[in-house]
């Protein structure tokens, strides 16, 4: 079974920084992009960013502008998003995510952790 599990994140005042992680299981983590989602209050899901599998590529969406940086430790199948200088507009749900074929290509998700950026 697919898992994915977040953490890290919590609550801090604009301009702060948070390290979220996302362990997971389940699959051959080093085959497979990962990528972040984030879902503000009120909001559709959005990409964050993507990280092939190797490591060596990135997609990040525009909103970032070099604040955060994806990574990932195949070795320990865990996924990483460093974010600095962070907005109130960066409140959001955080979620991990891999897209895989099976039969058809499916979306397998983690549970999310919640980032507050607040004074």
């Known amino acids: 079974q697919v898992h994915l599990v977040e953490s890290g994140g919590g609550s801090v005042q604009p301009g702060g920084s948070l390290r979220l992680s996302c362990a997971t299981s389940?699959?051959?983590?080093?085959?497979?992009?990962m990528s972040w989602y984030r879902q503000p209050p009120g909001q559709e899901r959005e990409l964050v960013a993507t990280?092939?599998?190797?490591?060596?590529?990135?997609i990040y969406g525009d909103f970032v502008k070099g604040r955060f940086t994806i990574s990932r430790d195949n070795a320990k199948n865990t996924m990483y998003l460093q974010m600095s200088n962070l907005k109130p507009e960066d409140t959001a749900i955080y979620y991990c995510?891999?897209?895989?074929?099976?039969?058809?290509?499916?979306?397998?998700w983690g549970q999310g952790t919640e980032v507050i950026v607040s004074s």
């Open positions: 995510n891999v897209k895989m074929w099976t039969t058809v290509l499916t979306d397998y």
């Open positions: 389940g699959f051959t983590f080093a085959d497979y992009a």
């Open positions: 990280i092939t599998h190797p490591g060596t590529h990135f």
